[in-house]
């Protein structure tokens, strides 16, 4: 039996898959900004409350150039 995702309809939508590993990215980054300490987040001029909020931005929730 075929998987939903067969392998062919991968490879017919490489530009999904490479908007869902960015998602996948972009989520990470987010997680990781918000784990830093204050002391590094003051190094990078980023206050906790700003670091809080961007890790809870959704993953579609990017700038408009971003989604070209």
Known sequence: MENALSRSHIAARPGLISKLRAMVNLRRQRRDLHALSDHL????????????????????????????
């Open 41 to 68: 987040l003051d190094d990078i001029g980023v206050t906790a409350a700003d670091a809080r909020r961007e890790a809870e931005r959704p993953v579609w929730d990017v700038p408009t150039h971003w989604k070209r």
